[in-house]
């Protein structure tokens, strides 16, 4: 239990340190230890059999190393301003971080969760993870910023199901994982693109479309 205790709770950090980083490099480095510490989740919940090992390599590889590589990838090929740039401070972002966590907690208590089902910590951690994600995708002007924060969205609601793997459903959890990769796919896609057309992956210039 101390063990599931301990990654949880450097799951919660890394969710908070989405938000207070200023380079898009270690944002993409947070990307790949979220990634890892989310891999050794179904280990530490289901134990290291069966489902839960199918799972956590599965998760490994496409998180802790697939993920990352073509966000890391795409990062290189285009010519940006490395600092994450965001719409309201990094401190404002960090202290809404803190704020959701805490929601998260109280959240925690007062929902009639099954006995035994989430371990302590899952929950708020989860939540939070959504919560910074969320964050990223509507305060950063980067596209790849955005990215960066649907994968850390999509891993809080990953972590929410893997107390379920313990009871064999690690194909659901498989088959999420593969919607999650090609929508990834897809949006590394409509990055180049943007990039190739607008010489910049900042949101904000879409509003000077006209028809």
Same mark, same amino acid.
């Given at each position: 239990m101390a063990a599931i205790q301990s990654l949880l709770v450097a799951l919660v950090v890394v969710n908070l340190a989405y938000l207070a980083v200023t380079r898009?490099?270690?944002?993409?480095?947070?990307t790949a230890l979220q990634g890892v510490l989310l891999a050794a989740t179904p280990l530490a919940v289901a134990g290291p059999h069966g489902h839960g090992l199918v799972l956590s390599l599965a998760v490994l590889a496409i998180k802790g190393i697939g993920f990352?590589?073509?966000?890391?990838?795409?990062?290189?090929?285009?010519e940006v301003n490395p600092v994450v740039e965001p719409y $309201?401070? $990094?401190?404002?972002?960090?202290?809404? /971080?803190?704020?959701?966590?805490?929601f998260s907690l109280w959240l925690e208590s007062r929902l009639p969760f099954p006995p035994g089902l989430f371990p302590p910590l899952l929950f708020p951690a989860a939540l939070t993870s959504i919560f910074s994600g969320l964050t990223l995708v509507v305060a950063?002007?980067?596209a790849l910023t955005q990215v960066i924060g649907y994968l850390a969205a999509e891993n /809080?609601? $990953?972590l929410l199901g893997v107390p379920l793997a313990a009871q064999g459903s690690v194909w659901l959890e498989l088959s999420v994982?593969?919607?999650? $990769?090609v929508a990834v796919f897809v949006m590394g896609i409509a990055l180049h693109h943007i990039n190739k057309t607008f010489e910049s992956i900042d949101v904000g210039r879409f509003c000077s479309l006209r028809d």
């Amino acid at each position: 239990m101390a063990a599931i205790q301990s990654l949880l709770v450097a799951l919660v950090v890394v969710n908070l340190a989405y938000l207070a980083v200023t380079r898009l490099k270690t944002l993409t480095r947070i990307t790949a230890l979220q990634g890892v510490l989310l891999a050794a989740t179904p280990l530490a919940v289901a134990g290291p059999h069966g489902h839960g090992l199918v799972l956590s390599l599965a998760v490994l590889a496409i998180k802790g190393i697939g993920f990352p590589w073509l966000v890391a990838r795409t990062l290189s090929r285009l010519e940006v301003n490395p600092v994450v740039e965001p719409y $309201f401070g $990094f401190n404002m972002s960090l202290l809404a /971080g803190v704020g959701g966590l805490l929601f998260s907690l109280w959240l925690e208590s007062r929902l009639p969760f099954p006995p035994g089902l989430f371990p302590p910590l899952l929950f708020p951690a989860a939540l939070t993870s959504i919560f910074s994600g969320l964050t990223l995708v509507v305060a950063r002007r980067k596209a790849l910023t955005q990215v960066i924060g649907y994968l850390a969205a999509e891993n /809080g609601i $990953f972590l929410l199901g893997v107390p379920l793997a313990a009871q064999g459903s690690v194909w659901l959890e498989l088959s999420v994982l593969l919607d999650v $990769f090609v929508a990834v796919f897809v949006m590394g896609i409509a990055l180049h693109h943007i990039n190739k057309t607008f010489e910049s992956i900042d949101v904000g210039r879409f509003c000077s479309l006209r028809d």
